[in-house]
């Protein structure tokens, strides 16, 4: 297709414009060939016209389609130009703030001039071991594909780092540094990468500066080389340096300043040591304060100081040298304010005033001499053929020479550092490969340029030359892969250029040329640059003004030099006599430096790197100088360039373009004017040129399908993808010259998938507006068709509306004639009768009025007359009562007037001594005299007290009869006394009555007014009562709400306060918990290495074969022994290594063991002390409850002492039957040795064999016998104690609280009385329980006497039973067993035939008893079975072992066998749940248990967590033995033994899976047997009686626990692994949805992976990994709470890496992409629910990924959008919200970019937001693990051990 046919109306182009460089427009009609203008529409809708050129007709460039705007590839657009490449610059840089930029092979990284969150140790991680087109442009991609190409095809690599002054080609440089340092690590201790990062700070100290367009430009190149070994590890590193700007040091422009190391030590004067160097503020030294600006903002240059000498230090520079090359800086600082004044008379010559300040210092200093220093400062040595002349020089001359002194110490000290940082950084191994940065000036253009510029512009032409061969190499080399043809693409070669300056006459050997004249001149060379090249070459030009200046043109732009300062730039000319006043110096470091010029001037060795000084001779031929020191700057920079250039051809390159954005250093600003000249001239245009030229879009065959499957049709659509598109693009295309069918792609021309693009909108279009016709008439056919049924719907209703409304109205018609007829005749009459009634009325009342005003005239006048007797009566009353009162008063007065004469006259006579005399007298007589009466009255009272109780009895019946008389008689007296008394009282009540009447209704008329006011004032008073109710109930409601809502209110605080705090306290001890598992993991990792560092010692020092010692300062304590040394020995020399085996202990564990025991032993005895408090105080409450028991319980004490005498009783039989029943078993011992035949009895006899087992059975329950009567004994002994102490407590107190209640004589005599009948009635009982007791004894008797017999019987029968032959044997003993059972039960029949209650609980017992024997039957049956079966087996296996063997046996071997014994069937001995082993089988144990043992037998076919049973059993056997030794050993052993196998097979899930399993469940075991209450609630009896008992083992508890933690970060990092290569490809790349995500024509060509694909993985390969984890876990016996930790974690790494790589890939970042990611959790999700794993917290830590995938769907348009998305993205911090928006691109024309404001606006909303700045999710992150205590129900004495275990050698026990 035609270029011309694309100019269509609506396609948008490119044209110049002055300000923004390219400006976009769109064509308003289409062009036609011919026109001469086009006619255009800019995009502020100004129309323009654009006019074509009509000699060349070249059209404006077209636009690329929004889609493709923004790519990661700028070779990726279709349209590939200078618009297309700034504009998708700029998009990307200010719209979507991405700062790298891949164009081809280049990355083209803009600065920002803002720190970005793009360079950590997360970025870093997950860059690391991705492909290059795989992951968004970064620096770190680059870095990564250059040590990957390095290891895969084993080349060396070179990034070479150019641009600007102030585009970030330093920090790009570091940055690739400090990836390499980060990823591949240091393959020694000496921390290489450190040490290559520590020399960053140092040169940027002496070799940056701040500039006008940078705050730390860098005044030198720099290629560094880092060197790898084998393993590709650093081990070292090398810098040469290039062109060092030495004019800075006496010369910056304005706002520029010097190297920072000057200003760092002025800012550290106030340091003690920096005193010495007298120095003060940078503003008063001439050489730091010539830019005016000695200050950078947020720069701290003191800081700076203190981070330059610590990374001296570092690098081996030493305090002493460190503080001598600050005296020599300090020195060159006071060099240049050293003044020099001219002499008046004499301008030729100048002085230095005596005693100068600063040459003093400098002197001091540099420890040379005043007098010479000053004297050669302004004179100079001229040698002729004969003589020696000394000149002085003038003042200009004198202060050049001192400034170049000063710029040859400075580069002399810069070229030191060098030196040593190199010899710091060498590799002390040998050196395998190297990656070198290349950190280079950029092409540079000013105002003025000079000898700087040109070297510059020179190295930059040299490195564009060999850019533009490499790429044009890769081009070529695709071609020839996918096997095309292709002819030869021409481009820029800038080898012309290059002649000009380096080659024979060029610019540079003029130079050197005339630096050799005597008088050789900047003009002179000018001249002679015009005769050579002038009009001979199109590169060099002449300006027109000038003849002191040449213009060259090179790649980038023409440049015009000022030839003044070549000559002496190139000649660097420093005057002899003041380096030989420097030579003589007594600073060693100064002497050092300019002793010797080569070392100093080149520090490589070989390799120069930067121009060095030509010392001017007085004596030639005295002081020949070396061939290098007469080189020139531009000589030894052009060779030096050369080597670089052979370097950078030896390695394979990668490039890193630098573009400074602004000339203010503004973020985020981009000005195009400046961006365009940058992107000319660092070759990025070239290299879009070179793609251009040939086929720069490229597509896969399935992509190329997939993308344009829409412009196919089905009959088109073959089986072949590769014949489908072929024939396809046949169709679309006619031109073949526009694409080519290569092996594997696709290769179009320009322009071409833009045309593809244009045909496949076209035809979505079409297809939308078909669709969206179709849908537009069915919904408006479907919108006519319910309006159609509507109205005549509507109608229908309306008409029969209407019809009802007519009916209605003539009803009403009808209706209203009939209701106004009877409304009239019915108000007619209502008239009548409210005529009449109203007349009734009026009569009634006026007769009425009349009557009343009658009746009230009567009655004014009685009530008048009633009034006039009342008020006279009470006037007479009341003069009455005056005249009274006034008379009592009087008589009251006189009576108190004559009392108190009396009272005063009686006053007197009582205080008179005569008047107490008269009184007193006689009265000791009466005393005395009452005194002997009342002793009579005593004595007679006695007296009469006896005869009264001698009278009493005799006279109570008299008494009686009395007293009933005397109650007959007084209630006939009072019954006639109420009947006299009765009239009296009647008439005083009627008068009584009377006056009450009349009272009464005085009172009821007073009352009933009051009643009637009180009723008016209660009305009112209910009424605002009612009021004041209401209000206050208002207000109580109102109060009542407002104190619930306070209470809702408060309650919801505190709730939520609660929560917040419990959520701080959970993630406070998670946090904790993540710490010590952490600080764990870290000990673990140092331990390893330090196991590591061990074996490689031992392999190192491997001694000589001979006599070995052992070193005597070894432990011999065995519960240090590591069993790694014990494994480790030679097989060839078993004794001497056995020796060495138990002589070696693992030190180091044992220390950190024994530390970490001991601080936890002492957590346990606090833990122990304050479980011992509360045990007191529960055992304290106990006793308190237990004695108010005690006195609650006040009766059945004696019959109690009953109880306990019967069992004391009891017992005394028991022990006596238990001797008789010893001494019988003795005599039947003494019987059977005695009466039995010797072949029967012999000791070897079977007869003896059986009778001697069944001796020490009867023994043994004659033990168990004595242990229950002992037991028996002692209940007994506490039960009597403790009653006798209760009835001493208890009893007399309450006969004396009853003896103070009875008071009463008769109480205590009934009392007394009542306990005689108790004693009788307790006696009585007593005596038949006695005889009971004498009964029971005689049975007891007879029973013993039976048991004699029957032994004696048995004795006998065992006798003849041992005669008879085996198969008789059973017969015979079943046999006499009947007759025994018959013979018991008659003899119980006749026993209990009185008794038949008793006889019936004997059969009860028999038949229980019989149950029992059944059931032991059945189960010695089984067990029988079993045995038979085994035997079987057994037997076979004997008999083919012994076949061989049964021929060499001889007959009488066979007869000598002993007979075998007879199987008598008995009860086997219960087990203890132990294992017994050796001490010498603690390693066969270990090597058999964990090292050699496969997992996958053990969980398919044995119990989960078996080894740990079975250790658990050797502890608790150690601990039953008491034996702390072999505890402490074991322990030690089974931890080492584990940790070998897990360190041997650490990348097996299995291994490591299998091993957290049983090393929980031994944990839980150690703790469910403990013995600790805490563990033991849910164990049965049995398995409380296993628990531990002597050794408390809390401490290898938490040593165990943090085995388990270990294990557990092992197994995550085992699934990380595992899972790692999976996530990306089936959570993101894989369409699990199948036409969904549309691939976008980005063309984008991959790079070289160093990794060949290992195939696509899935979601489903992710959830078949997922259940292969699972199932594993479930078969190991994991715990349940544990397999949801681990769940949890594997989920929260593939939600975190899935989350990171979309972080990073702007091609993941489309709506398609986010229903993929939607649909592939809810397929994880669904996996939960299968597993029943909900609970787990793995769907939550999804949550930042479905948070993600829903951002990408969501409407990203209005405020109410950016509402939305900060509402739902909760789990996302800002950072990541903002990058996901930036980095959101559309995948058809139909979507839209998410605009600017947008972000900002979402910005703003989240700025409060308080969240990690960190961009990515830490994917290392371990969640703290916890183990929570899960008893198992499995009895220990159960477990049965097999034998493919091996462990046949240990015995239960």
């Known amino acids: ?23 976009s427009a769109e064509l308003l009609k289409d062009y036609k060939p011919g026109d001469t203008v086009l006619h255009l529409k800019l995009e502020d809708d100004k129309e323009t016209q654009h006019k074509i050129d009509p000699q060349t007709k070249e059209l404006p460039p077209l636009r690329n389609p929004d889609i493709l705007v923004g790519e990661n590839d700028l070779t990726a657009l279709s349209y590939l130009h200078e618009p297309a490449v700034l504009h998708n610059l700029k998009v990307r840089f200010m719209d979507s703030k991405l700062i790298y930029t891949y164009c081809g092979i280049v990355l083209v990284a803009i600065n920002p001039y803002e720190q970005l969150p793009i360079y950590g140790e997360d970025i870093i991680n997950a860059y690391s071991g991705q492909n290059m087109g795989d992951m968004d442009p970064h620096i770190f991609a680059v870095a990564e594909e250059a040590y990957k190409q390095m290891a895969r095809d084993e080349r060396n690599q070179s990034i070479i780092v150019s641009g600007e002054s102030g585009a970030g080609k330093t920090v790009s440089a570091k940055y690739a540094m400090r990836y390499f340092a980060t990823v591949s690590g240091s393959a020694s201790e000496a921390n290489v990468e450190e040490k290559v990062l520590a020399s960053n700070p140092i040169m940027e100290s002496i070799g940056n500066a701040k500039t006008t367009r940078n705050d730390n430009s860098s005044r030198f190149g720099k290629y560094i080389e880092i060197g790898f070994d084998k393993r590709y590890r650093i081990i070292g590193a090398n810098m040469r340096t290039y062109l060092l700007e030495k004019s800075r040091v006496v010369f910056q422009a304005e706002d520029e300043r010097n190297y920072h190391i000057l200003y760092q030590l002025c800012a550290s004067k106030h340091l003690p040591e920096f005193k010495a160097l007298r120095l003060s503020h940078a503003q008063n030294f001439h050489y730091t304060n010539l830019g005016g600006s000695p200050v950078i903002e947020g720069i701290d240059d003191a800081k700076e100081m203190r981070n330059t000498r610590q990374a001296c230090s570092l690098l081996g520079i030493n305090e002493s040298y460190q503080m001598g090359i600050f005296h020599i800086l300090a020195a060159v600082l006071h060099l240049g304010n050293v003044a020099i004044k001219s002499n008046e008379r004499d301008a030729d010559n100048c002085f230095i005033l005596p005693n100068t300040e600063h040459l003093i210092i400098f002197c001091d200093l540099l420890g040379v001499d005043y007098e010479q220093m000053a004297h050669w400062l302004c004179h100079r040595k001229i040698v002729t053929g004969s003589e020696t002349y000394i000149k002085p020089m003038p003042k200009f001359q004198a202060i050049n020479a001192r400034d170049a002194l000063a710029k040859h110490i400075y580069a002399s000290v810069f070229n030191w550092i060098v030196h040593h940082v190199n010899k710091a950084l060498h590799a002390s191994i040998k050196q395998h490969s ?28 040299k490195l564009q030359q060999q850019f533009n061969m490499h790429v044009f190499k890769l081009e070529q080399e695709e071609y020839m892969k996918e096997q095309i043809p292709w002819t030869l693409i021409d481009f820029y070669d800038n080898q012309p ?28 060379w000018a001249q002679k640059l015009y005769n050579t090249h002038l009009n001979k070459t199109t590169l060099f030009h002449k300006p027109r003004l000038s003849n002191k200046a040449f213009i060259i043109q090179h790649f980038a732009d023409k440049v015009e030099y000022q030839c003044e300062g070549f000559l002496e730039k190139n000649k660097d000319t420093v005057y002899e006599e003041q380096i030989t006043v420097l030579k003589a110096s007594k600073l060693n470091l100064l002497a050092e430096l300019f002793h010797d010029e080569k070392p100093a001037t080149s520090p ?17 031929r005295a002081l020949q100088p070396s061939k290098e020191h007469k080189k020139s700057v531009g000589h030894q920079f052009r060779n030096s360039l050369h080597l670089l250039m052979e370097t950078l051809n030896a390695t394979t390159p990668h490039y890193v373009r630098c573009i400074k954005p602004n000339d203010d250093k503004f973020a985020f600003t981009f000005d195009p004017k400046r961006a365009v000249q940058q992107l000319r001239a660092c070759g990025v245009l070239e290299t879009i040129r070179i793609s251009a030229a040939g086929f720069p879009s490229r597509w896969t065959y399935q992509e190329f399908f997939n993308r344009y499957r829409v412009l196919m049709k089905q009959k088109d659509v073959l089986s072949d993808k590769k014949l489908t598109c072929r024939n396809v693009l046949e169709k679309l295309i006619k031109d073949q010259d526009k694409y080519q069918f290569g092996k594997t792609k696709i290769f179009f021309r320009a322009g071409q998938v833009a045309y593809l693009e244009k045909l496949r909108a076209d035809k979505l279009r079409a297809a939308c507006i078909r669709i969206q016709k179709t849908i537009r008439s069915w919904l408006q056919r479907k919108k006519y068709l319910r309006m159609r049924k509507a109205a005549i719907t509507i109608q229908r209703y309306v008409r029969g509306y209407q019809a009802k409304c007519y009916a209605q109205f003539l009803r009403r018609t009808r209706a209203a004639i009939l209701i106004q007829k009877f409304q009239r005749m019915y108000s007619a009459w209502q008239k009548f009768l409210r005529i009449r009634s109203a007349t009734i009325v009026i009569q009634s009342f006026v007769r009425g009025f009349r009557g009343r005003r009658q009746f009230k005239a009567i009655l004014r006048e009685q009530k008048a007359i009633i009034l006039q007797k009342h008020v006279r009566s009470w006037m007479a009353r009341s003069k009455y009562k005056r005249t009274h009162h006034a008379i009592i008063y009087l008589q009251c007065c006189y009576r108190r007037m004559m009392a108190k004469r009396e009272l005063k006259k009686l006053k007197i ?65 009072e019954s006639a006394k109420v009947s006299s008394n009765k009239i009296t009282s009647l008439m005083e009540e009627i008068v009584i009555l009377r006056r009450e009447l009349k009272e009464t209704q005085a009172q009821k008329k007073r009352l009933e007014e009051g009643a009637d006011k009180y009723k008016a004032e209660t009305d009112l008073m209910v009424s605002q009562l009612k009021e004041q109710n209401a209000l206050l109930k208002n207000e109580k409601e109102e109060l009542n709400r407002q104190i619930q809502e306070q209470a809702k209110e408060i309650t919801e605080s505190m709730e939520k306060r609660m929560e917040e705090e419990t959520k701080q306290l959970e993630i406070d001890l998670n946090d904790e918990r993540s710490r010590y598992q952490s600080l764990l993991n870290e000990f673990c990792r140092l331990e390893e290495r330090y196991d590591n560092l061990k074996e490689e010692i031992s392999l190192v020092n491997v001694t000589k074969p001979g006599h070995r010692r052992t070193d005597s300062t070894h432990s011999s304590n065995e519960s240090e022994y590591t069993y790694n040394s014990l494994l480790s020995s030679d097989p060839g020399e078993p004794e001497d290594g056995t020796r060495r085996m138990e002589e070696f202990p693992e030190q180091k564990g044992a220390l950190d063991m024994s530390l970490f025991l001991k601080l936890q032993k002492r957590v346990s005895e606090l833990e122990q002390e304050k479980q011992a408090l509360q045990e007191e105080l529960d055992r304290k409450e106990d006793q308190a409850l237990r004695s108010k028991a005690k006195e609650a319980e006040d009766q059945g004490v004696k019959a109690r002492g009953a109880e306990l005498e019967y069992e004391s009783l009891k017992r005394q039989e028991l022990e006596s039957e238990n001797k008789k029943l010893k001494n019988e078993l003795n005599e039947l011992h003494r019987a059977l040795s005695e009466k039995a035949s010797p072949a029967v009895t012999a000791p070897g006899s079977p007869a003896y064999k059986v009778l001697l087992d069944q001796l ?65 009635l307790l006696e009585s009982q007593l005596q038949g329980q006695k005889k009971n007791y004498e009964n029971e004894l005689e049975i007891l008797h007879g029973e013993v006497q039976n048991l004699k017999e029957e032994i004696n019987r048995q004795q006998q029968l065992l006798a003849q039973n041992l005669q008879l032959p085996p198969e008789a044997r059973i017969e015979a003993s079943l046999q006499h067993e009947i007759t025994r059972l018959t013979n018991e039960n008659l003899y119980y029949e006749e026993l209990y035939a009185d008794d038949p209650m008793k006889y019936q609980f004997y059969r009860i017992s028999l038949y229980k008893r019989i149950i029992d024997l059944m ?30 063997q049964t021929e060499n046996v001889s007959p009488a071997q066979l007869a000598d066998e002993p007979i075998r014994p007879v199987n008598i069937p008995r009860k086997e001995k219960d087990f203890q749940g132990m294992l017994e082993y050796k001490k010498d089988d603690e390693l066969k144990l270990i090597k058999n248990l964990i090292l050699e043992l496969k997992p996958r037998g053990v969980a398919v076919n044995l119990i989960p967590g078996l080894p740990a049973y079975i250790l658990f059993m050797c502890v608790r056997h150690a601990d039953y033995i008491n034996d702390d030794q072999r505890v402490r050993s074991l322990l030690t052993s089974t931890i080492n033994g584990i940790k070998k196998i897990l360190k041997k097979r650490s990348d097996d899930f299995e291994i490591v899976s299998f091993w957290l399993s049983n090393t929980c469940r031994f944990l839980h075991c150690l703790k469910q047997y403990s013995g600790e209450e805490a563990f033991m609630k849910h164990n049965t009896p049995r398995q409380n009686d296993h628990c531990l008992r002597n050794f408390d083992l809390a401490e290898y508890r938490q040593v165990i626990s943090d085995l388990a933690i270990q294990i557990y970060q092992q197994l995550t990092k085992v699934m990380e692994n595992v899972l790692q290569p999976m996530i990306v490809s089936g959570m993101l790349e894989h369409e699990t949805i199948q036409g969904v995500s549309g691939l976008k024509p980005t063309g984008l060509r991959k790079r070289t992976s160093s990794v060949a694909d290992e195939g696509t993985y899935t979601l489903d390969s992710i959830v078949r990994q997922l259940n292969n984890f699972h199932s594993t876990m479930c078969q190991h016996g994991m715990d349940p709470e544990l397999i949801k930790q681990i769940v949890k974690q594997m989920f929260y790494i593939i939600g975190s890496v899935t989350l990171n790589n979309l972080l990073l890939r702007k091609d993941m970042c489309s709506w398609s992409k986010g229903m993929q990611i939607r649909y592939n959790v809810s397929q994880l999700e669904e996996w939960l629910r299968d597993k029943n794993l909900q609970t787990s917290g793995a769907k939550e830590t999804l949550e930042p990924l479905i948070q993600a995938a829903q951002l990408l769907q969501v409407k990203k348009k209005t405020d109410e959008d950016a509402e939305a998305i900060c509402s739902m993205c909760s789990a996302l911090t800002t950072a990541q919200i903002v990058k996901v928006l930036n980095l959101y691109t559309p995948v058809n024309e139909f979507e839209e970019r998410v605009t600017a404001s947008f972000i900002r606006t979402i910005q703003v909303r989240l700025q409060n937001r308080k969240d990690s700045p960190q961009l990515l999710m830490d994917a290392k992150h371990i969640f703290p693990v916890t183990f929570p205590f899960n008893p198992s129900s499995l009895a220990l004495e159960s477990i049965q051990i097999p034998s493919s275990m091996n462990l046949g050698f240990l015995l239960r026990v």
């Open 1 to 23: 297709m035609a270029a011309s046919e694309l100019f269509t109306k609506f396609a948008r182009v490119w044209i110049p414009d002055t300000e923004d460089v390219w400006k």
């Open 434 to 461: 190297f990656i070198g940065v290349l950190d280079i000036y950029g092409f540079e253009t000013f105002e003025i340029n000079s000898f700087e510029q040109f070297c510059i512009n020179y190295a930059n032409e």
């Open 497 to 524: 250029c290059i002649n000009l300056i380096e080659a024979k006459l060029g610019i540079l050997d003029l130079l050197d040329e005339e630096c050799k004249m005597p008088r050789g001149s900047d003009d002179t």
């Open 604 to 620: 490589t060795e070989g390799r120069p790197s930067v121009a060095r000084a030509t010392v001017k001779s007085a004596k030639p």
């Open 909 to 973: 006579e009582a205080r008179s001594v005569e008047h107490y005399k008269t009184l007193n007298i006689g009265m000791e007589n009466k005393i005395m005299q009452l005194q002997c009466k009342v002793n009579d009255q005593t004595k007679e009272m006695k007296s009469l007290l006896e005869k009264l109780s001698g009278l009493e009895t005799t006279y109570t019946n008299e008494t009686e009869k009395l007293r009933t008389e005397v109650d007959r008689l007084r209630a006939n007296e």
């Open 1256 to 1320: 020490t059975a009867s023994s043994e329950e004659l033990e168990v016998r004595k242990e229950e009567v002992l037991i028996l004994r002692s209940q007994l002994v506490s039960q009597k104690e403790a009653m006798a102490h209760k009835e001493t407590m208890t009893e007399p107190m309450v006969l004396l609280e009853d003896i103070c209640k009875m008071k009463d004589q008769g109480e205590i005599t009934q009392a007394y009385m009542g306990l005689k009948e108790t004693n009788r």
């Open 1415 to 1444: 059931e032991q039957l059945e189960k010695q049956d089984k067990t029988v079975r079993k045995l038979k079966k085994q035997l079987k087996v057994f037997a076979k296996k004997i008999g083919e072992l012994e076949v061989g």
